[in-house]
Each structure stands twice: as C-alpha cells, then as structure tokens.
C-alpha cells in the first residue's frame, strides 16, 4: 500500500503489529488499523513511526 493512501486509512504498519492486543475485530482482507489496537505509544518504534507519519502529512501539505 502505497504511503498516503496507509496514512490516509490509518493503516498499521506490519512491522508494528507484532503482540499487540486487538481491540476490534478485522475481517479478512480488510486493513489493520491504529485504532484497532492496543499499542504502546512510548515504545522508540512507534514513537519514531508516528513521527514521521507526521512528517509525511506535513510535506504532503506543503507541496499541495
């Protein structure tokens, strides 16, 4: 999936995923989302995602 449309949806990244708790059921097929998990938001992996997720929205704004 392509990088706007994963920050578009929300997306979790794979490498993310691993022993997190679901909290929402996700049909097959369908995206694994941030809000669909529990996850921990001081790890340094997720910290440094969510930053450059930001970083991303903020180029993408600029160029527009």
């Known amino acids: 999936m392509p990088a706007a449309d994963s ?3 929300g997306a979790l ?3 993310l995923a691993h022993r997190v ?3 929402n059921p996700v049909p ?7 809000a669909d ?9 997720v910290r440094l995602r969510r930053e450059m ?12």
């Open 7 to 9: 920050l578009a949806c």
């Open 13 to 15: 990244p794979l490498g």
């Open 21 to 23: 708790k679901l909290l």
């Open 28 to 34: 097959s097929g369908q995206v694994l989302r941030w």
């Open 37 to 45: 998990v529990q996850i921990d938001s001081a790890a340094a992996a």
């Open 53 to 64: 997720e930001q970083a991303f929205a903020t180029e993408k704004r600029a160029a527009a």
